[in-house]
């Protein structure tokens, strides 16, 4: 027997996101089809206020609320502007966040370069992160805090060797702390804290 069609496309829209597979989106559906209307539409809700509540920052790309053109640590006069660590994710702001042992900035990537997967730069937020360079007034210190995998090593290559000269920078990389292929999103706080203050020239 088959679903009712409103029930069978929450399922599928359930099977689309990461980590979700036909079974658990069964379960969900009938969470929510076993409740009241009002907690499937308050969730239903929040979804749909992603995206109209939040955008990127116009500087570092990291997530903020859409009433706002900066997000609260670029707006922050505490933060050294001239240090900017560079992440892939969002997530990986937050991740560092907690340690609270970095008083920089930020540059959200947006993944890191994958041939294979069709991912060059003009996919990344690597123009963006030398115009802002670019509108600076130097020594900066350049972060790497890409995920310590192969791609995430690439790209922090490729934007070091893409430099635009005349961009007074240091580069350095946070140490090597984690395991290789490790998710810095997933680090524990005390061994990020750790990476960023034992962070070594790149
Ligand atoms: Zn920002």
Excluded: W
Aim: net charge negative.
């Amino acid at each position: 027997m088959e679903f009712p069609k409103a029930a069978d496309e929450a399922i599928e829209a359930f099977c689309r996101l990461p980590g979700i597979g036909r079974k658990t989106a069964q379960r969900l559906v009938q969470h929510l089809l076993k409740h009241d209307a009002f907690q499937a539409e308050r969730f239903a809700s929040s979804i749909a206020d992603l995206h109209a509540k939040i955008h990127p920052c116009k500087q570092c790309y990291h997530i903020t609320e859409k009433d706002r053109v900066l997000c609260a640590i670029c707006d922050n006069p505490l933060r050294d502007k001239q240090q900017i660590c560079v992440v892939e994710d969002f997530m990986d702001v937050f991740a560092i966040e907690q340690t609270r042992s970095f008083t920089g900035v930020y540059h959200v990537l947006y993944g890191t370069l994958s041939p294979i997967s069709g991912i060059g730069p003009e996919k990344l937020k690597i123009a963006e992160l030398f115009h802002r360079m670019l509108g600076m007034d130097g020594p900066i210190e350049l972060i790497f805090a890409t995920n310590p995998t192969l791609e995430g090593e690439a790209t922090a290559m490729y934007i070091k060797e893409h430099m635009p000269a005349h961009i007074e920078v240091s580069f350095t990389r946070i140490a090597k702390g984690m395991p290789m292929g490790g998710d810095i999103d997933y680090a524990d706080e005390i061994t990020l804290g750790n990476a960023l203050s034992a962070r070594v020239h790149f």
